[in-house]
């Protein structure tokens, strides 16, 4: 079982920074990895998603340009740092991880974190 912690979430004025970590614990993992978001009364929304070496990284339209995902393997953790935040980045970010590729899609993750709340005000 593989068990993810994400910390890093808080309160920021529109066009600050935040960066998100989220550590893997449990047996060696070394699948793909991903970030995922949702907001209240929304569905859950692709954010960013990174593969097992790190070669390999693909967004979400909404903030290409903005956020840049990477992981550091001998930490069992991945990051998220989030440039020029706006408030419809508002909600709570969720780190995922499966045994495969990369997708945007999440269902097709196996495990997940319990989430941390960004919030960006205007």
């Known amino acids: 079982q593989v068990q993810l912690v994400e910390s890093g979430g808080g309160l920021v004025q529109d066009g600050g920074s935040l960066r998100l970590s989220c550590a893997a614990s449990?047996?060696?993992?070394?699948?793909?990895m991903g970030w995922f978001r949702q907001a209240p009364g929304k569905e859950r929304e692709f954010v960013a998603t990174?593969?097992?070496?790190?070669?390999?990284?693909d967004y979400g339209d909404s903030v290409k340009g903005r956020f840049t995902i990477s992981r550091d393997n001998a930490k069992n953790t991945i990051y998220l740092q989030m440039n020029s935040l706006k408030p419809e980045d508002t909600g709570v970010y969720y780190c995922?991880?499966?045994?495969?590729?990369?997708?945007?899609?999440?269902?097709?993750?196996?495990?997940w974190g319990q989430g941390t709340q960004v919030t960006v005000s205007s």
């Open positions: 990174i593969s097992r070496s790190g070669a390999n990284t």
């Open positions: 995922a991880a499966r045994v495969f590729a990369t997708s945007g899609t999440w269902r097709d993750y196996n495990y």
């Open positions: 449990g047996r060696t993992f070394s699948g793909s």
